[in-house]
Structures are given as C-alpha cells and as structure tokens.
C-alpha cells in the first residue's frame, strides 16, 4: 500500500499477505483525489471511510490535509494494520 501525494507521499507499508482485502490501486486513487480536489478544501473536511479494508483511502486524505478521518472496518485483523499503520504515521 502506498500513499501517494501530501504530507505522507511516498510512503509504503507492506499489506500481509492474508488479508482478504487488497489496497485500492494507485491509479484507482489518483482519480478519484483527482475529481475530489476539484470541489473540497481538504482543511476543513471531515471525512468516514467505511470498509476501510487496508485504511488505503483514509491516509490518502490525512496525507492531503483532511481534518479527521474516521476508519471503519469489521475485521479485526485489518482494524489492528489500520492502528499500526496510523502509529507508525503520527508525529
């Protein structure tokens, strides 16, 4: 999984191999923070991500400047990524 633009841009994180959800690809994001940047200021935005899978999505808009993002995943093997990833990220 990679995040691709912003504060966090380029930054990788290996996805275990046994997880039923793979990342959205790269391609998939780039167009849809394509469209979004055209109607949303990012500092002033909260968002949800629901079925969060890999939390892909939801540090792609903290790396752009979301406010708050709230993650929302039933499994709990990807819930504990999505924590760890999110440590590994805070300052």
Known sequence: ????RG???R???QV??????RPT??????????VLENIVTWDDTQALDL???TGSIAFEL??????RVTAVESDRT????????ARRLAP
């Open 78 to 85: 990807h819930t504990a990524f999505i924590a760890d990833v």
């Open 11 to 13: 930054r990788r994180f």
């Open 25 to 34: 690809t790269d391609f998939a994001k780039e167009n849809l923070f394509n």
């Open 62 to 67: 903290l790396s752009r400047g979301c406010s």
């Open 16 to 21: 275990p191999s046994t997880f039923a959800a």
């Open 51 to 53: 079925f969060s899978g």
């Open 1 to 4: 999984m990679r995040i691709i």
């Open 7 to 9: 504060i966090y841009g």
